[in-house]
C-alpha cells in the first residue's frame, strides 16, 4: 500500500501554524508522510522544522499589505516566485490533499495546488475570512470555519463550521512544573499576559507602568515577544518570557487569568481550558478589525471583558483585571458550556474525505 502524502501551509504569525501543530502529530501516526511549505523566515519555521517526520519546504513570498509600500511592487513578483516554487515541490511530493491555515504564504501554495489538480481545504479561524484567505478560497475544494457565524461569509457550497481545533498538548500541563519555572505559589492568583507571537509595546508598556498595583493583587507570567524583555522589572511574583512553546502547557495550569490579543486561535485555547481573560484586540490602525469582532463574541458569550486599545492605560488595565478577578467564578461557570473535542476529528475527517 502507498503511503499517503499531504502537505500543510500556513504563516506569517504563530496563530496561523497552530491548528497545523495541533492536527500533523495525528497525520503522522496514522502513517501518512507530511511536508510544510511556508515562509523563509517566518515563525512557521522555527515552529515545524523542529517536528520529527515533517519536511519543511521555505518559499518566496509577498505581503499582502492594505496599505501604501514601496514594497507593493515587489510583492506580485514574489508571490509568482512562490508559486513556481509551490508548484515545483507539489509536482514532486504528489500529495493527496493540502490543508491550508491562512496567512500570505498560503496563497501561491493554493494556487499551485489548482494547478497541479490538488485538492485543498481551508481553515479559517477568525470570525471573518482574512484577505489571504478570500485571495485562496477559489482555489479551495473546502472551507472550514471557527465562529458559527463565519460560514455566512463563505460560499455556501464550500463553508462548513467544525469549532475550534485545540492542541490537546496544552491539557497535559504539570502543575510542579509550572511552579519551579516560575517560582510562584499558590497564595495568589496568576496572571497571564501575552501580546501575540511579536508581542505588543503598548501592553507591555502599561503593564510594567502598573507593575506595582498589579504585583498586589497577582503573580504574573508576561510573555512579552521577541526582543522585549527588559531587567529592569525583574522582581519577586513577575516573570518574563519572549515566546513560550514546550512550557507554555505547564504555566497554563497554574494560570487564573489571562490578558490576551484576541486572535481566534488562542482564545479558543484559553476558553477549552476554562480560563476568564481579558482581551485587548489589535485596533483598526493595526488590523482590518478581525480582533476586535472576535473579542466582542466573546464578551457577548460571557467568555471574556474587552478593553479596547484605544482606550488602554496603566489606570484601565489594573482596573479591568481587577473586575475581572472578581467575575472571574461566574465567568469560569459560563465557559463549562463549552466544548471542544470534537472539533480536531472533524477537521481531520473533512481533510481525508477530499483524497480521491
Known amino acids: 500500500m502507498t503511503t499517503k502524502q499531504i502537505i500543510f501551509t500556513g504563516g506569517g504569525t504563530a496563530g496561523h501554524v497552530m491548528v497545523n501543530l495541533a492536527i500533523i502529530p495525528e497525520f503522522i501516526k496514522d502513517g501518512w508522510t507530511v511536508d510544510y511549505i511556508g515562509s523563509k523566515n517566518g515563525i512557521e519555521k522555527d515552529l515545524i522544522e523542529p517536528l520529527e517526520g515533517v519536511t519543511y519546504h521555505p518559499i518566496s513570498t509577498g505581503k499582502l499589505r492594505r496599505y501604501f509600500s514601496k514594497e507593493n511592487f515587489k510583492d506580485p513578483f514574489k508571490v509568482l516566485k512562490g508559486t513556481w516554487q509551490a508548484h515545483r515541490i507539489i509536482g514532486k511530493k504528489k500529495p493527496a490533499v493540502i490543508f491550508s491555515k491562512g496567512g500570505f504564504v498560503s496563497v501561491p501554495v493554493l494556487v499551485a495546488a489548482r494547478m497541479r489538480g490538488v485538492p485543498a481545504v481551508i481553515h479559517e479561524s477568525d470570525y471573518t475570512p482574512g484577505l489571504a484567505n478570500k485571495l485562496a478560497i477559489p482555489f479551495a475544494k473546502k ?121 481566534a486561535n488562542s482564545i479558543f485555547e484559553f476558553l477549552a481550558l476554562n480560563k476568564p481573560m481579558l482581551l485587548i484586540p489589535l485596533s483598526l490602525q493595526a488590523s482590518r478589525g478581525d480582533q476586535i469582532v472576535n473579542a466582542k463574541s466573546f464578551r457577548k458569550q460571557g467568555y471574556a471583558k474587552v478593553l479596547e486599545e484605544e482606550n488602554l492605560t496603566t489606570e484601565s488595565l489594573v482596573t479591568t483585571l481587577s473586575e475581572l478577578k472578581k467575575d472571574k467564578y461566574e465567568m469560569k461557570d459560563t465557559m463549562n458550556n463549552y466544548r471542544s473535542s470534537e472539533a480536531k476529528q472533524k477537521v481531520m475527517d473533512m481533510i481525508k474525505g477530499q483524497v480521491k
Open 143 to 263: 472551507v472550514l470555519a471557527t465562529f458559527p457565524e463565519t460560514v455566512q461569509y463563505l460560499p455556501e457550497q464550500k463553508a462548513e463550521w467544525i469549532g475550534a481545533v485545540v492542541r490537546e498538548e496544552l491539557f497535559t500541563g504539570k502543575r510542579e512544573k509550572g511552579y519551579e519555572l516560575t517560582g510562584f505559589t499558590n497564595q495568589k492568583n496568576v496572571l497571564l499576559i501575552m501580546g501575540g507571537s511579536v508581542g505588543s509595546k503598548k501592553i507591555n508598556e502599561a503593564v510594567r507602568e502598573g507593575l506595582d498595583e498589579l504585583l498586589e493583587q497577582f503573580q504574573i507570567i508576561h510573555i512579552c515577544g521577541k526582543d522585549n524583555i527588559d531587567e529592569q522589572y525583574n522582581r519577586e511574583g513577575y516573570v518574563q518570557y519572549e515566546y513560550v512553546q514546550d512550557e507554555l502547557k505547564d504555566l497554563l495550569v497554574i494560570t487564573d487569568l489571562v490578558c490576551s490579543r484576541a486572535g
